[in-house]
């Protein structure tokens, strides 16, 4: 039995201590979701003091889990998570805006609470707004694992880095990569497989812009890939399925592949 290497796992378990889970912390975000979009829940809060008690608690929790993380020694947890709560107000309205995009976009949407109840895509949407509100309070790991779980989940794969504008819908959405450096603009619309990504991958590129910008008003097709920091989708585009893009396009421009299809008849009968 190799006595150094278990002493090694050892003494990493007592470094790591009572790190709280994933899966605690992806059901914080679970219920600050349900908080802010009871039709999530089979549960209902009956006054507005329970509400309040329930933000007050779900605060609480967000800093039981920073102090358990460990991941930042020298972070004001305490202000971190009343600053994340203090932005809920705003995080709702921009996921509003994404409900309405959806609604006004997809003619199976039926209502806005089949929308919240049922859709993936919004689901992710949701786990994406609230990881990248953490990230810009410099809360770290965190984020991360909250899109990840999003993408476990769904299928879609939003990293918390990437700048993403008011009223995105994206339908269906499975296999959708939207990569770190992405800045993506308003009313942007996404179908499944689409990946906004690098154009090359190395380490020291950790700190450049790396992905794609997609201005306001631009529909973008399934399977199309878009990559590279420098390339730009101007306002009003329309992207084509299985489109391969490394370069910028002015805006109003629509980018398709010149398929030849060719249809055969045959006799079913003699």
Known sequence: ???????????????????????????????VIKLIFPEQSS????????IERESLNLQLQLVAILNGTRACSDCNNEFMAAEFFNSLPEIYRVLNT?????????????????????????????????????????VPLIPRILTEYAHSQ?????????????????DHGTGIVIGETTEVGNHVKLYQGVTLGALSVDK????????????????????????GGDTVI??????????WLTKSIPAGSTVYHEASLRVVERKLFQ
């Open 43 to 50: 549960e209902k809060l009956d006054s507005v003091n329970k």
């Open 98 to 138: 994404d409900i309405d995009s959806i609604s006004e976009g997809d003619p199976a949407a039926k209502n806005r609470f089949e929308i919240i109840r049922a859709y993936p895509g919004f689901y992710a949407i949701c786990f994406y707004r609230i990881a990248h509100a953490l990230l810009k309070l410099d």
């Open 234 to 243: 101007g306002s009003h585009s329309i992207i084509g399925g299985n489109v």
């Open 154 to 170: 769904t299928g879609i794969d939003i990293h918390p880095g990437a700048v993403i504008g008011e009223y995105l819908y994206i």
């Open 1 to 31: 039995m190799n006595k150094a290497f278990y002493q090694h796992i050892f003494d990493k378990q007592q470094q790591a201590g009572s790190v709280p889970s994933n899966d605690v912390i992806s059901r914080w975000a679970i219920r």
């Open 204 to 227: 020291n590129m950790a700190s450049i812009k790396r992905h794609p910008t997609v201005e306001d008003h631009v529909v973008i097709y399934s399977g199309a890939t878009i990559l």
